[in-house]
């Protein structure tokens, strides 16, 4: 069974810097593209970034190109964010997610519970 | 790349047939993606490249539409399928979501 297990979030002022960590199970995870996607309280779904199988390809959204770095670590089966110079907007639930083995790129087949990140002073 | 769905909100009864259109701002080919989100929980892939069904996803919904217009159907709606349903668009970085139809019950 898949599973993706976030963790991380938490209360933090605007400018300070929080990394998250998502835990994978169930799959062969150097095999699969990754995904961060985020849902702001009460609003839609914005996908946020997302790497390659070899690390070689990385892709973001442009309000967090700059300030967020994805990562990945295949021995350990995790994916990670650093998001730095957080905002007052970036306050959302993070969700790690996979990417689907066979439709295009971006395409996310399952995802983890979510962790809160919410940056307030 | 935008994506505008409508409506935003509809209220259907069980059984009834349920469509909910997504337009694009450009050309996507049929690189269109659905999701169904229930509160709380994480969302859901249901359709991708466009008309192509998830594992395990039921027959009754199905997707079609290629370019700029696309559409989600729910043939004989269920308990179960009260939720809020996003398109997404993956032909060009970034992806981008629509902002979502919520279904409620009548």
């Known amino acids: 069974e898949v599973q993706l297990v976030e963790s991380g979030g938490d209360l933090v002022q605007p400018g300070g810097s929080l990394r998250l960590s998502c835990a994978a199970s169930g799959f062969t995870f150097s095999t699969y593209w990754m995904s961060w996607v985020r849902q702001a309280p009460g609003k839609g779904l914005e996908w946020v970034a997302n790497?390659?199988?070899?690390?070689?390809?990385?892709y973001y959204v442009d309000s967090v190109k700059g300030r967020f770095t994805i990562s990945r670590d295949n021995a350990k089966n995790s994916l990670y964010l650093q998001m730095n110079s957080l905002r007052v907007e970036d306050t959302a639930i993070y969700y790690c997610?996979?990417?689907?083995?066979?439709?295009?790129?971006?395409?996310?087949?399952?995802w983890g519970q979510g962790t809160l990140v919410t940056v307030s002073s | 790349i935008q994506l505008t769905q409508s409506p935003s909100s509809l209220s259907a009864s069980v059984r009834d047939r349920v469509t909910i259109t997504c337009r694009a701002s450009?050309?996507?080919?049929?690189?269109l993606v659905w999701y169904q989100q229930k509160p709380g929980k994480a969302p859901k892939l249901l359709i991708y490249g466009s008309s192509t069904l998830q594992t395990g996803v039921p027959s009754r919904f199905s997707g079609s539409g290629s370019g700029t217009d696309f559409t989600l159907t729910i043939s004989s709606l269920q308990p179960e399928d009260f939720a809020t349903y996003y398109c997404q668009q993956v032909n060009s970085y970034p992806p981008t979501f629509g902002g979502g139809t919520k279904v409620e019950i009548k």
């Open positions: 997610a996979r990417d689907h083995p066979i439709a295009a790129s971006g395409t996310v087949d399952h």
């Open positions: 790497i390659k199988q070899d690390v070689t390809k990385t």
């Open positions: 450009q050309g996507i080919n049929n690189y």
